[in-house]
Every structure is written in C-alpha cells, then in structure tokens.
C-alpha cells in the first residue's frame, strides 16, 4: 500500500510537471508588435472594444490586464512588464512618474468618469436622490474611498448633502467599483454608487433598475489618464494604442459607455 | 506598528475562526462518522461535495454565497422569512461562509481517524455490552483524538487564512468582517507597506507556528 501511494504520488508530480513544462511557452512574451496593457477596472467594457478595433485597423496585438490601479501600482513596483496603464485616476501615474516608472509623454485625460447612484430594483432610487436621506434601505454599497476615487467620489456627494454621517453605520465598503455592482446587482445591498459606465445600456440609458445621476458639481470631477510606462518606452505598439484612445471611433465606443470626453 | 484597526481585525478573526471550528466539529463529526462507516451508494458524492473547497477557487465559493444568501437566494429568502434579514456583511454570515470553506479540513482528518480505527474495538465495546452510542462516546470518540486535534488545528488556521470568500460576502466592515487578511490587502492597496508588513509577518509567523505543532505532534506519535 505505501508503495502504490509512493507511485502515485510520483507520478501525479510528473504529471504536474509536465503541464507545467508544456504550457510555459503560452505565458505571455512580448513581441514587436504585441502591446501589455493594464486596465482599469471601470474601463473594461469599452477597453475590449477599443482594442478589438485597434488591432482591426493597425495590425498590432494587444494582452489586456484588468484590475484596480493600486495593484498594478504594487506590481509595476516588483517589476511587472505592463507598458501602458489606462488608469482610473491621475494619482496613480503621477505616482509612476515619481518612482520613475513611467515615462512624461504620451500622456493625457481619455476619459472623464460620471458617477451614478444606482439600485437593481426598479423604484428604489428616485431621479433626484432623495432616497440618500430616507432610512429605506439596510446596506450601502461603496467602493473603499482611500482606494477608489468612485468611492471617494460617492463620499464626497455624501458629505455635500449633509448624509454622510446618518449612512455611514450602513455602508458595505467593496474593494474597487466592480465589487460594489455585484454587491448591488445581487440585492444584497439596496443601492449604492457605481461608475455609470456599469448600468449604462446599449441605448445609452440605465440598463435594469433605478438610478440618480449625480451632479457633476457635487464631487471632484473623475478624470482618467492613460501614461506610457517605463518597459514600453521604445515600443511602437505601445505609443500607437495610447494615440489611439484619441481617435474618432474610441472616443465613441468612450461616450457610448456613458463617460465624458476631455475638451 | 499594529493600529487600533489592526487589532480589532486580529480579535475578530480568532473570533471567528473558534466559532467555526467549534460549529464544524458539531457538524463534521456526525458526517465524518458517517463517512467512514456507511456501505451506502451516497458515500462517493457526499463525500465529494465535503471536498469541493479544497478544489474550488474562493471566488467560486464566495459569488455563489453572496447569490444564494441574498434577497432573491434560497437560503436568503429562507433567512428573510425566518425575520434574520439577508446575511451577507454581516459576522452570522461570514460564519456560514467559513463553515462550508473549512469543511474539508475538518471533516477529513476526523473521517480518517475513524476509518484507522476498524469496526474491531466498537465490535469488542458491543460484547461487553457498550449500547451504540455509549461505546461511540467511550471507545470511538477516544481512540480519535489525534485526528480530532489534527481537525481543529487546520480548521482554525484554515479559517484565520480565510480571504476570497470573506472578501465577496463579508463587506469589509470593521468590527464585523474585515479580518485580518482583508486588513492586509487593503495595507497593501493603500501602498501602507509598513503597516502590511506587521500584519502579514505575523500571519507568517502564525502559520509556521500551527504547522509545526502539527508536523512535531505527528513526529512523536510515528516515535512512540
């Protein structure tokens, strides 16, 4: 019996060691004309987009990489070979400048982010946002606002309104914008603030639900910059894909998914 | 150093992990027993299904529990009727999370035990007129002990390294479900390395520790 354990054991590392010798060549590489980019997460819908028609139209490879700018940030620190960051935010390219991992041009605001208070249940969210002072709902959802500048931004609308304190016991803190959709869209929080380009529909209005657009002037605006970094500074594929997020047809897939474009 | 918040996150995840142990050794035992005893056809998925969190990714397990204990979930719906509200964001529901994510770890363990020990000493209890379940609690419950402390310790540390699903259920509120691994990936998301540094060592030192109890212990016993 050990020796029928003994061989089996074996012969599961060998197999694990053959995937693993098999598969390691599919593990992205950079070529000439192949481009890594990392996304931030409220930009995934319309970057798919995006790049699907840059590679149409210029014949170069995109690898896309989605997540929130903090991890990447921490990555890029450890060495991670992303070229271009489509970030959420401004900080976190500053930040890449000053750590010299980023390099100054190109670099430029390619979208400007709209915040939205949205619930999954029709009738939940009245189209003015008085429902931020009612005590109709048990759970919050908000992205964490040391972490995300929706969650920040949300904050801040709170805050504005004099609210933030009477919501602030109910509030459920996601990890980024995304979390906080799923936390709404499956009902377990009644509402919270979301990133438009989430609920939008292909119409160009919500999608499911109720929501409250909120006033640009009752947050800091959300601008959201692209920057070539540092591993990408002498790839033509790299400068091509920023360029073109200036383009005609991305800046309609961008105002299409509900953000406003950069004058 | 460890912040206020930090310390609050390391009390609620002994917390938590106790609990959970505690609910899984009710739970486990009875299934583990079962497990390691029937001739039944169900052995095989129930047996399986016990396992599923050792292969299954955290996220698989916290999306399905955030849509099962939510408003339009089963058990969701099943805890609205019974007046307990929705659970997800809150510590009663992060219990249930942990349970079903450490069941193998302890069930497992305890299975095993039952399993070494054969049908011969219940056999021999039964002769000398031990009913079931006395001889159960005399002969069975004892001569399992090691795979019962072995059960305890993973499930415990099992649950202190808990992260992907308490992530998607538990809303990060202190004091309530943000833990101590969740408390480091925001250090960490926040670029507070220093303050990630305390905690995350800590976890490492936490760690070695319980695994060495556990692989010192087995040592002896293969001694004796």
Known sequence: ?263 | MLTGDDVQAILLTLRLAATTVALLLLIGTPIAWWLARTKSRLKGPVGALVALPLVLPPTVIGFYMLVAMGPWGPIGKLSSALGLGTLPFTFTGIVIASVVYSMPFVVQPIQNAFEAMGNRPLEVAATLGANPVSAFFTVALPLARPGFVTATILGFAHTVGEFGVVLMVGGNIPGKTRLISVQIYDHVEAMEYANAHWLAGGMLVFSFLVLLALYSRRKDRVDA
């Open chain 1, 1 to 263: 019996m050990p020796l029928c354990r003994t061989a089996i054991a074996s012969l599961s590392l060998w197999v694990l060691l053959l995937i693993g010798v098999t598969t390691f060549p599919m593990a992205p590489q950079a070529r000439a004309d192949e481009v890594q980019v990392a996304v931030a997460a409220n930009f995934t819908a319309p970057m798919r987009k995006i790049a699907a028609e840059f590679e149409k139209d210029t014949g170069h490879k995109t690898v896309l990489m989605f997540g929130t700018v903090g991890k990447f940030f921490a990555q890029m620190k450890a060495g991670a070979p992303f070229e271009v960051l489509v970030s959420s935010d401004r900080e976190t390219p500053d930040a890449l400048l000053r750590e010299g991992l980023a390099v100054e041009a190109p670099r430029f605001t390619y979208a400007i982010g709209k915040l939205v208070l949205w619930s999954a249940s029709p009738g939940v969210v009245d189209p003015k946002g008085e429902v931020l002072r009612s005590n109709a709902f048990r759970h919050f959802a908000l992205a964490n606002p040391r972490l995300a500048v929706y969650g920040a931004a949300g904050q801040a609308v709170m805050k504005k309104l004099g609210v933030w304190e009477a919501i602030e016991p109910r509030i459920v803190t996601a990890e980024n914008i995304t979390q906080a959709y799923q936390f709404i869209a499956s009902g377990n929080a009644e509402l919270g603030f979301v990133a438009y380009s989430q609920v939008v529909g292909l119409d160009g209005k919500i999608a499911s639900g109720s929501a409250w657009m909120v006033p640009t002037d009752l947050h800091p605006p959300l601008p959201q910059d692209v920057i070539l970094l540092t591993p990408g500074k002498d790839s033509a594929a790299a400068k091509a894909i920023i360029a073109y997020l200036r383009s005609e047809k991305a800046r309609a897939i961008i105002l299409s998914y509900g953000y406003d474009l950069p004058n």
